[in-house]
């Protein structure tokens, strides 16, 4: 890369940070790549760090030593995580929504980039303490927000299919009852998908009882794997706490209220948020 002017250089150096989350880059990878000292690099960074800091974009974090360097760890701060779900629990109070069964349409909302990015930095945001090695999700609806949340916190995705594919070639598959229709089903993950003793972070779109979360997580036992924690963009608050499967996850939206004949319906802010 030529040489840059310093205005020049911070632009190029704040995108390059951004587009490598929790990837730790020395002071010599920057020296060799701007051509600079790295006195100057170093100046860029504090400049860097503090507005990331400042402007809630997240956080910039220094390693001395030879081995030292920079990383960049996307956040996003709660007042404004709040903002966002805040509208965006509005939109999936619009009646049309409403499915039979107490579910909530958010298929089309999976498909816009804008509000992907923000539920994403807000799960990675979540568990950006915490050692991940890969996140888990089941197909279909839960796939968006996997791979918005890996993008910020740069760890591969694994997706849980309803029944074993040959291009998956050999597979694990167990059977789980649904916590909501209390129905015995299948799902499965390629043997070659995960290693052992990862750790795990599992996400869904949309939790009942959980009973398709518990089925992950027995999935994962066969991998003799850790979950690291569990991640659901709206639960359903119309669950009585007995039938409720799981207790520890951290839930972005939560639907309280459902009226079937009037379509009306009550969501809020999830337990990540201490409303």
């Known amino acids: ?45 504090a400049i860097i760090k503090e507005v990331f800091e400042e402007e809630g974009i997240g956080e910039l974090h220094t390693l001395a030593g030879a081995a030292g360097g920079v990383k960049y760890t996307p956040k996003m701060q709660e007042d404004t995580a709040l903002t966002i779900m805040t509208s965006i629990c509005r939109q999936l109070e619009q009646p049309e929504r409403v499915l039979p069964g107490g579910y909530l349409y958010i298929t089309d909302m999976l498909g816009q980039p804008e509000m992907l990015a923000d539920v994403g930095r807000i799960f990675a945001t979540a568990f950006a303490d915490r050692k991940i090695d890969v996140i888990m999700t089941v197909e279909t609806k839960g796939i968006p927000l996997a791979y918005a949340t890996a993008a910020c916190l740069n760890i591969p995705v694994v997706i849980v299919r309803r029944d ?22 299948t799902m499965s993950l390629a043997r070659r998908a995960l290693k052992e003793q990862s750790r795990v972070l599992i996400l869904d779109d949309f939790m009942k009882a959980g009973g398709t979360i518990q089925g992950m ?7 003799k794997a850790t979950v ?9 608050g119309e669950v009585e706490l007995e039938e409720r499967l799981l207790e520890d996850y951290v839930s972005l939206a939560k639907l309280t209220a459902v009226d079937m004949k009037t379509k009306q319906t009550t969501v809020v802010p999830g337990n990540y948020f201490k409303i």
């Open 228 to 236: 690291a924690g569990v991640g659901v963009f709206v639960e359903s």
């Open 1 to 45: 890369m030529k040489k840059l002017k310093r205005s020049s250089r911070l632009v190029e150096m704040t995108q390059y940070l951004l587009s490598r989350p929790h990837t730790l880059i020395s002071l010599t990878a920057f020296a060799d790549r701007y051509q600079s000292a790295k006195s100057s690099i170093s100046e860029d960074l």
């Open 217 to 223: 997580m027995d999935l994962l036992f066969e991998f």
């Open 164 to 185: 074993n594919k040959v291009t998956e070639g050999s597979a694990v598959s167990i059977n789980y009852v649904s916590g909501s229709t209390k129905r015995i089903q």
